[in-house]
């Protein structure tokens, strides 16, 4: 057995309509499921998901207000008014601030762009800035990716006689600001079709309506806070990224080849990873440190010069970032295992002095990646008292909601169930603690504490080829609401398995099933082989991806997760002795059981330092039900093991030593026309020295010695001759006995019975052997042999 590293939820497979997509769009039936698995479940709207041609940019004039700000814009550059776009600090406000910024520049307005610094004026407007840009000489202010719960600065604002425009994607709350306008596909009552845009989504669709077309000049820029962002990559995202990557991969911008060479993905497939992974935390890192502004010149710069200094200037505060984040995390995690063990913590609330504000969020998630726990991360200033904290969630715990029960400890907050952002005395600290975990254990259970797999499609190894692949990837971009999928193989049988890498610490497989197979990968599970046997039938998860080398096209599984559902055997008979602990060590301690059936096998492999069970001893075994049983030697008889195992449950890895030295099989056995020959040459000799003779007769009936030891041994316990100092005598008129009354004898043949069940028995019979032992359903020997 081996346990996958998280719980698999698979979606419902089966659908009437699968053949009707299979048959009018001529797909693949994994395909088809896919797309009726995502809500995609009807021909029409399967075109418009998989073909870009289906696909159409809506009308921003559907979005509330957008004539109302257009006609202010267009009055502001007739008029020659200074406008100042009011950004936010990360990927998303970023690329909307530059965005906004050459949309407006394009039309000829009189233009300047102010994102807030996160240490010194927290997020979104505020009203000394919004007061400074009035005394600046500013008469419009354009808010991008924030501004939607700007009550109080939007009333400033109108008092000081600035006109206000918000753009923004947040969830609008109860009560809105009093704008001159605002833009938000969210805002109640708005008509717009598709609500998922990001906040530069929101500004390409204003650019859309000043331009009277689809800016697909600008879509490179775009492409970034909508991937950065984490928006459903559906509806009209879907295909803003979908043109957006391929105007990254050709964009003639400075700052953006700038920041793809730092990237190093200048010359690849630009994918919404590369987007994701690479060039979104880089413009972050730049907001997260210190000002965000190097992060929009960037987006900006017209000089190759210019945008190569800035790229690396952010990159620095890419790195510098990251360092950041392990510094604060090794610290988190020494706080968690000496004052909050997750074995007494159902919510983890990890809190530092002086920790930076801006990447307390990662570190959040980091120790849910670790600890799969509920997490809050704070930064305490201890001047004023007050800690600042990002919250990450799990499946099953409302972050949001939960924190909503501690509003009168909680001044500041918001979020959403997974995510959430809070400031707060530093002093609540403890009693925010004691009632979330109060609160966590009354909806979490144990099993909500191991990470959620969703998968997508259960496929058999001869369902996927290069074909299929190639029409999954029509699929693309993934993101949220549209994830890689997830495929799960299940019970399929290995063809091979090993470590490759020069470290050794990754994993190939290879998976059969119906006379078809496939490769698979599992980065950084090279220890795996340790776990499986090769004759396993394993469940694997992960992603499907096209392997091209040496001019060779196939496809294959790159694993996340694998599972073995049932005990597995593991045949470590051929070990030797010098490597035993080496082998032992790869057995977690905590789950190991080592027996011996003979009090001196502890011994004699040297394992004085272990703790072994001596079956002949003293002490009582524990349970061994989902233990890893090692039998370190054969027993004495075949009724000790089967016993061991019946009267302490079922355990989920045994592995076979088995360890000995006679060896009964290979010595000769008599059969009793050679005990009735030798008995009949007794009775004529009446008596026979052992010592002098017995070399001699074994040579003349082609026996060893030993034979003649063993007979002569079995005969004397039986009555039938007495021996002594080598002198054997008949006995006269003996009591009529079987050889199975004779201890020696039965000994003997229990060996020899041993011997041939463990010790030289195929994998397949040994296997089955303790299969009938354990009453579990016994293996296919044909299934297993063709792997042998």
């Not at 050709?250 to 920041?259: F, H, N, R, V």
């Not at 505060?317 to 990251?322: A, F, Y």
Request: aromatic share 8%.
């Amino acid at each position: 057995m081996l346990k996958p590293k998280a719980r698999w939820k698979i979606k419902e497979q089966a659908s009437s309509q699968i053949d009707q997509l299979v048959n009018e769009l001529n797909v693949a039936p994994l395909v088809a499921t896919l797309l009726i698995n995502r809500g995609i479940d009807t021909v029409e709207s399967a075109k418009r998901f998989l073909y870009k041609e289906e696909m159409t940019f809506h009308d921003p004039f559907l979005l509330d207000d957008m004539e109302r700000v257009v006609t202010r814009i267009q009055a502001a550059v007739e008029e020659n008014e200074r406008i100042l776009i009011f950004g936010d600090y990360d990927a998303d406000g970023v690329s909307s601030t530059a965005l906004m910024y050459k949309a407006l520049q394009s039309i000829g307005a009189s233009v300047d762009f102010y994102i807030p610094n996160r240490f010194t004026e927290g997020y979104g407007p505020n009203e000394p800035a919004i007061r400074k840009a009035k005394e600046e000489g500013y008469q419009l202010v354009v808010t991008v990716d924030t501004g939607i719960a700007a009550v109080d600065v939007a009333n400033v604002a109108k008092a000081i006689n600035l006109d206000f425009i918000v753009t923004d994607h947040h969830e609008a709350p109860p009560v809105l600001p009093d704008a001159y306008a605002i833009v938000n596909p969210k805002k109640p009552g708005c008509p717009y079709p598709f609500k998922g845009l990001a906040g530069v989504g929101v500004v390409l669709k204003v650019a859309q309506a000043l331009l009277g077309r689809v800016p697909k000049e600008w879509l490179d820029i775009a492409v970034i806070g909508t991937v950065a962002d984490l928006v459903p990559l559906v509806d009209e995202n879907r295909l803003l990224v979908m043109e957006g990557l391929h105007v990254l991969q050709a964009t003639e911008k400075p700052g953006l080849i700038a920041l793809k060479k730092k990237c190093g993905i200048e010359s690849q497939v630009i994918q919404a990873d590369h987007v994701g992974f690479g060039i979104g935390p880089r413009i972050n890192a730049a907001g997260r440190l210190d000002s965000a502004d190097p992060a929009v010149d960037l987006l900006l710069s017209e000089t190759q010069e210019e945008a190569e200094q800035l790229a690396t200037e952010i990159d620095h505060l890419n790195k510098e970032r990251q360092a950041i984040v392990s510094e604060i995390t090794e610290a988190a995690v020494a706080v968690v295992e000496e004052y909050y063990p997750p074995s007494d913590n159902s919510v983890l609330i990890i809190a530092g002095e002086g920790w930076n504000a801006g990447v307390i969020g990662i570190v959040a998630s980091r120790l849910v990646e670790r600890y799969y726990r509920p997490t809050i991360v704070l930064s305490i200033d201890q001047e004023k008292g007050l800690a600042k904290g990002s919250a990450r969630s799990i499946e099953g715990f409302d972050m949001f909601a939960e924190l909503s029960k501690s509003r009168d400890i909680l001044p500041h907050f918001g979020g959403h169930p997974m995510a959430a952002g809070l400031t707060m005395k530093a002093n609540d600290l403890d009693e925010l603690r004691m009632r979330l975990n109060q609160q966590a254990n009354e909806v979490l259970t144990e099993d909500d504490f191991k990470p959620v797999t969703s998968i997508d499609l259960v496929a058999s190894v001869d369902e996927i080829s290069v074909s299929v692949i190639k029409q999954l990837e029509q699929l693309a971009p993934f993101g949220v609401q549209n994830p890689t999928p997830k495929v799960l193989l299940q019970e399929v049988q290995l063809d091979q398995m090993r470590k490759i890498g020069s470290d050794s610490n990754h994993l190939k497989v290879g998976f059969t099933e119906n006379g078809s197979t496939l490769d698979g990968i599992g980065f950084h599970l090279g220890y795996l082989c340790e776990e499986i046997t090769s004759h396993a039938k394993v469940s694997a998860v992960g992603t499907l991806s096209i392997n091209e080398w040496n001019g060779r096209v196939k496809p294959q599984l790159m694993i996340e997760d694998l599972g073995v559902s049932e005990w597995q055997l593991f045949d470590w008979r051929s070990i030797q002795k010098t490597r035993l602990h080496e082998r032992l060590s790869t057995i977690p301690v905590e789950k190991r059981v080592l027996v011996a059936f003979n009090k001196d096998t502890q011994a004699k492999l040297g394992l004085e330092k272990e703790t072994v069970y001596d079956v002949s001893g003293q002490g009582n075994l524990d349970d061994l039900s989902n233990q890893f049983v090692v039998l370190l030697d054969i027993p004495r008889a075949r009724e000790q093991l089967a016993s061991l195992f019946s009267n302490h449950g079922e355990p989920s890895r045994i592995y076979t030593i088995f360890f000995h030295e006679e060896d009964g099989f290979f010595t000769t056995n008599p059969n009793r026309e050679q005990f009735k020959w030798y008995y009949a040459f007794l009775l004529k000799k009446k008596s026979f020295n052992m010592k002098k003779h017995s070399e001699d007769l074994a040579k003349h009936k082609g026996w060893s010695r030993h034979t003649i030891n063993f007979m002569s041994k079995v005969f004397c316990e039986l009555g039938f001759v007495t021996i002594d100092d080598g002198m054997l005598h008949v006995a006269s008129n003996p009591q009529k006995k079987g050889l199975d009354e004779s201890a020696t004898y039965r000994e003997k043949q229990e060996l020899a019975y041993i011997e041939n069940d463990f010790v030289y028995s195929s994998y397949v019979d040994l296997k089955q052997w303790f299969a009938e032992v354990l009453e579990t359903k016994p293996i296919d020997d044909t299934t297993i042999k063709e792997t042998v």
